[in-house]
């Protein structure tokens, strides 16, 4: 059965950071990409970042550059979100999901691209 389960949301005062894990099982994770997609209050879900299985650069949405990293452990079976100096725009629930590919590519920020979705963890950026 195939999960991914996050992991290590909160709350955090504007500046701050905050690390999301991604937890993986019933597949491999080095045959899959793996991309993390946030969804704010009143707003369509959108991509955020993309790592591919065992090569390649990241993807990153264009306002998380150099503020977001993503990264991959596949010998943990997960996908971690480092997230620093964080703005209250960056309040939302964040899922990871499994791109039906082993590498991100041109449409990495496509929903109908993931095959499996976490429950979300929810983010708070805040005062």
């Known amino acids: 059965q195939v999960q991914l389960v996050e992991s290590g949301g909160g709350l955090v005062k504007p500046g701050g950071s905050l690390t999301l894990s991604c937890t993986i099982s019933g597949f491999s994770l080095g045959d899959y990409a793996i991309a993390w997609f946030r969804q704010a209050l009143g707003k369509e879900r959108e991509a955020i970042a993309c790592a591919s299985s065992t090569y390649g650069w990241p993807y990153y949405k264009e306002d998380v550059k150099g503020r977001f990293t993503i990264s991959r452990d596949n010998t943990r079976n997960t996908v971690y979100l480092r997230m620093d100096n964080l703005k209250p725009e960056d309040t939302a629930i964040y899922y990871c999901?499994?791109?039906?590919?082993?590498?991100?590519?041109?449409?990495?920020?496509?929903?109908?691209?993931?095959?499996?979705w976490g429950k979300g963890s929810l983010v708070t950026v805040s005062a």
């Open positions: 999901a499994r791109r039906r590919a082993s590498v991100c590519g041109g449409e990495w920020r496509e929903e109908r691209g993931m095959d499996y």
